[in-house]
Each structure stands twice: as structure tokens, then as C-alpha cells.
């Protein structure tokens, strides 16, 4: 989250910043075999997993912060107007664009 504090911290005034975060997994996955074991495995040994057997398809980790924490954050700062629209940018996730302009 620091880095939100430090985009907004450089922003200059009448400057506008726009942003997207995923917020939350969308709907449980179906439960497999395959599933069931890469629930119990640590994540670095299920990126290494994927790596070995898929080398040539990237695996981008999808990092999560629930909207209410990013807005809170955002709010703290009375010189910034924000807007928040959903986005559909991160399958499979609840995901957030976010607008925000210094005043």
C-alpha cells in the first residue's frame, strides 16, 4: 500500500493518477485433485511447478486489496477527489479502476 501512498504523495496539483486493483477472488474454484493439492503447497513451490511445465506461459500473480482498505487509504488524503468504477480487466477477479486527482 505504500506505494498508493507515494503516487499520490508525487501527484501535482491538477494531476490525475489511474490506477487498477484486483479486489477480491471471484466464486470458488471447482475442487479437483489438482486443486486440492495446490491449495496444501507452499505458493513458491506452485510457481515452480508452473514454470517447469509451462515455460513458455508466464504465471502473473494476482495480488488482492478489498476495496474498502485502498478507498480508506485514498480518503485520508482531503486534497483528493476520487472515483471508483468496476473494471473486468482481472479475470476471475472482483477488480477496481481507480481515478484520482489532486485538487
Known sequence: MSYIDELTRVLAPGGVLVFQVPARPLGAAPRTIRSFIRSHLPAPVVQAIRERLHPRRPVIPMH????????????ANPALRVR??????AKGYESFMYFVARV
Not at 64 to 75: M, N, Q, T
Not at 84 to 89: A, G, I, M, Q, Y
Open 64 to 75: 488482492v486489496i478489498p476495496r474498502a482498505i485502498v478507498e480508506a487509504r485514498l480518503a
Open 84 to 89: 471508483v468504477e468496476p473494471d473486468d480487466l
